[in-house]
């Protein structure tokens, strides 16, 4: 690969990085702390790109969040 390609090449465009995310179902130990209500809820998810991260409210977008319940 040409490191000094030029950027706007069409062939460069064509292999753009898609990046994904996948939230794996909480396990039994998270579970009980999540209902004695010392963890919660850490992560939101309001679109199927979007991924909210409490307590903070860190907002990421990505091209596709998987969410626990996914298979």
């Known amino acids: 690969m040409d490191f000094w ?3 706007f090449d069409q062939k460069r465009q064509a292999r753009k990085i ?7 179902p909480m396990n039994l130990m ?5 209902e004695s209500q010392f963890g919660g809820k850490s992560c939101i998810f309001p679109t199927v790109d979007t991924v909210v991260i409490k307590p903070e409210n860190h907002i990421f ?5 998987l969410r626990p319940e996914s298979s």
């Open 5 to 7: 390609a030029d950027p």
């Open 18 to 24: 898609k990046v994904f995310a996948r939230f794996r």
């Open 30 to 34: 998270e579970q009980e702390l999540s």
């Open 61 to 65: 977008t990505m091209d596709l969040v």
